[in-house]
């Protein structure tokens, strides 16, 4: 529905809204179809709240060392104000002190993003950039542009489907016939 050369989710949301009388777009992503009510909520809440954020996104701390270390679940480092450093498929933070860890809460990103319609637009004129083509994350073009990325913490569990194993997890944990057509 949407001109095939957009590099990414967001580009593809900024066509769309391009004509709509909105400030904010909530875009939620393809691959984040059980995404919880109140995570909505609270990303819409945290753009609506502080007018000096252009972007906003949801983040849950990482359950397991496994997913740490999986590239189709994408990490995410938080500064000490709620604002992302940077995005990776790799593991991120590296731990190089193991009593340091014991300390340290670990991220991964949940595929949801929150734009002041005005900067989503200004972002989807701007070229992919080395980041974000390296890492394959949409998310790069814009603290490559030296913008900032509010997060939101979310303890709510969203099946991702990323993998045809995640959607195996999904017709298992909600049966078969709900989980096709969220398949298709």
């Not at 919880?36 to 906003?56: E, N």
């Not at 270390?69 to 104000?81: H, T």
């Not at 637009?121 to 073009?141: C, G, I, M």
């Amino acid at each position: 529905m949407t001109n095939e050369s957009h590099k990414s989710g967001s580009d593809r949301v900024a066509e769309a809204v391009v004509n709509l009388d909105c400030e904010v777009v909530l875009n939620i992503q393809g691959d984040e179809p059980f995404v919880h009510a109140q995570t909505i909520d609270d990303l819409a809440y945290a753009m609506t709240s502080d007018a000096s954020v252009f972007v906003g996104t949801i983040v849950k701390p990482l359950s397991t060392n496994e997913a740490a270390d999986d590239p189709n679940v994408v990490k995410c480092v938080v500064d000490s104000r709620g604002d992302a450093i940077y995005f990776s498929r790799a593991a991120i933070p590296h731990i190089r002190d193991s009593k340091a860890a014991d300390s340290l809460v670990r991220y991964k990103h949940v595929g949801m993003y929150a734009y002041r319609k005005r900067f989503l637009l200004e972002f989807a004129s701007w070229p992919t950039s080395a980041l974000e083509r390296a890492e394959q994350l949409e998310q790069l073009r814009v603290l490559d542009h030296g913008y900032r990325i509010r997060t939101v913490v979310s303890h709510r569990e969203s099946l991702a489907i990323d993998t045809p194993l995640d959607l195996q997890k999904a017709r298992l944990r909600f049966g078969e016939k709900n989980a096709d057509s969220f398949a298709q």
